[in-house]
């Protein structure tokens, strides 16, 4: 089965702090992606890389960053915390071409809360 | 970016009922997914629906793909106590690469 694991389940940060999310997966995916899940806004993605240090943009990229240096791992960054940054973001996976690359992988989820 | 209107937001249903929820889009899609997020975990995968008119079941699930190519529709039948979570929808458009749009979820909450 496919893994994606983020590093943290819950963070809680002040305005302003530089905050990192890690996102690793174990089953060779090219696609990785950047959700954030409010309450009856449903998954927005923030931002997306479909090879080691390419990236694009997603709906709601405005405050974040992301790294890709190794396949395996794709990185949220935060440069400077707000509290509309609250929120829980979830990395998801997936292979290339169709069918099957449509499916994605999700992981458990991070909780972060900024005071 | 694409909306997808999920509906209904929320419902409380007794054990045993069958459920019914969801997707519309004003632009048309060329794969529907639907997925499941328990409590505490990210979403899963339950249905991917290919052709428009498709109807697919898994256990107890049953979800279509709309002949518009618009909509899709996810049936619960028999529900029980661990049916309890977030239901999304997904479309993907055909020329997106990868990309999907996600509804903005059904919250199912199940009376024993």
């Known amino acids: 089965d496919v893994k994606v694991t983020q590093s943290s389940r819950y963070l809680v940060k002040r305005t302003g702090e530089k905050v990192f999310l890690e996102c690793v997966q174990d089953?060779?995916?090219?696609?990785m992606f950047w959700y954030r899940q409010d309450p009856g806004l449903g998954l927005r993605l923030i931002y997306f890389?479909?090879?080691?240090?390419?990236?694009e943009k997603g709906d709601i990229p405005e405050g974040y960053s992301v790294s890709r240096e190794k396949k395996e791992r794709f990185s949220l960054i935060l440069e400077s915390a707000s509290t509309n940054q609250t929120s829980m973001y979830l990395c998801?996976?997936?292979?290339?071409?169709?069918?099957?690359?449509?499916?994605?992988?999700f992981g458990s989820g991070t909780q972060l809360s900024v005071l | 970016g694409q909306q997808l209107n999920q509906s209904p937001q929320s419902m409380f249903i007794q054990e045993g009922e069958d459920v019914s929820m969801n997707c519309t889009s004003s632009s048309i899609f060329n794969t529907w997914l639907w997925y499941k997020q328990d409590p505490g975990e990210g979403p899963v995968l339950l249905i991917a629906l290919y052709k428009a008119g498709e109807l697919t079941s898994n256990g107890r699930l049953t979800a279509q793909f709309g002949i518009t190519r618009k909509d899709s529709f996810l049936n619960i039948s028999a529900s029980i106590p661990s049916d309890v979570g977030i239901y999304f929808c997904?479309?993907?458009?055909?020329?997106?690469?990868?990309?999907?749009?996600f509804g903005g979820g059904t919250r199912l909450m199940v009376k024993p």
């Open positions: 998801a996976s997936s292979r290339t071409g169709r069918p099957g690359g449509e499916k994605l992988f």
């Open positions: 997904a479309g993907q458009l055909y020329n997106a690469g990868n990309m999907l749009t």
């Open positions: 890389s479909y090879d080691v240090k390419m990236k």
């Open positions: 089953m060779d995916h090219e696609n």
